[in-house]
């Protein structure tokens, strides 16, 4: 049975997720990273990309994501034609590998950036990493190179981070320094740790 111990880990572009999955991997904590199932899904069907929005968008093999987000993100029907496409292939493979993580019966994260968008997975609890949107705007431009405009029309093409954080079974705040990160991690593992003996 897959999501029986599944824990949604969320956020927005740019609150620091990967981060935020690396630290809580190094506390033991398993993660299933649906970006990364999403890339290699891509490079994959890299011959219907080429095929749907033109071989511009692909080089040896691979989709260069870059270019082809400038499209996805400025035309919704690009982006939802691509959805349809890529989103049942991402599911069906999350599904089968969260199915192998529940044999272990101990909680474990699904990093998925559209958790609360998409609302494709029955899973019961949610993490958020939160900052507020003016870092999360900052950071973002300074990670990406983007403009304020460019960038905001990607964040905002997901939904608010203050709802997500209202939504969220947990927070995780990374509005700090790396070592506030840390310290929010390392509580985080022991809320996990402690419901799950409670639960066990």
Same mark, same amino acid.
């Given at each position: ?11 927005? $572009? ?12 190094? *506390? ?8 990364? %199932? ?12 080429a ?15 870059g270019?082809?987000g400038?499209? $996805?993100?400025? #035309? ?6 691509l959805?349809?496409?890529? *989103?049942?292939? %991402?599911?069906?493979? $999350?599904?089968?590998e ?11 994260? $699904? #990093? ?6 998409t +609302?494709?997975y029955? %899973?019961? #609890? ?11 705007? +900052? ?11 460019e960038?905001?029309?990607?964040i905002?093409? +997901?939904?608010?981070?203050?709802e ?6 947990w ?10 990160? +840390? ?8 809320? %996990? ?5 409670? #639960?066990?």
């Amino acid at each position: 049975m897959a999501f029986e111990y599944a824990v949604a880990l969320t956020g927005g $572009i740019a609150t620091g997720k990967s981060t935020v999955a690396s630290l809580l991997a190094l *506390h033991g904590l398993r993660v299933i990273d649906a970006d990364a %199932i999403a890339h290699r899904l891509l490079d994959e069907n890299s011959g219907w990309v080429a095929e749907t929005f033109g071989e511009a968008y692909v080089n040896n093999g691979k989709v260069l994501r870059g270019e082809l987000g400038k499209v $996805i993100f400025s #035309d919704p029907e690009a982006k939802a034609k691509l959805e349809r496409f890529l *989103h049942p292939k %991402i599911r069906a493979a $999350i599904e089968a590998e969260s199915a192998r993580q529940d044999r272990f019966k101990f909680p474990y994260l $699904i #990093d998925i950036p559209l958790y609360f968008e998409t +609302q494709a997975y029955p %899973i019961k #609890d949610s993490v958020v990493v939160y900052t507020p949107k003016t870092v999360q705007l +900052q950071r973002f431009m300074k990670r990406n190179g983007f403009d304020e405009e460019e960038a905001l029309r990607r964040i905002e093409s +997901q939904m608010d981070i203050e709802e997500k954080k209202k939504r969220a079974t947990w927070v995780i705040d990374n509005s700090g320094n790396l070592k506030h990160l +840390q310290d929010e991690c390392e509580a985080f593992v022991e809320k %996990i740790k402690a419901r799950y003996k409670k #639960d066990a």
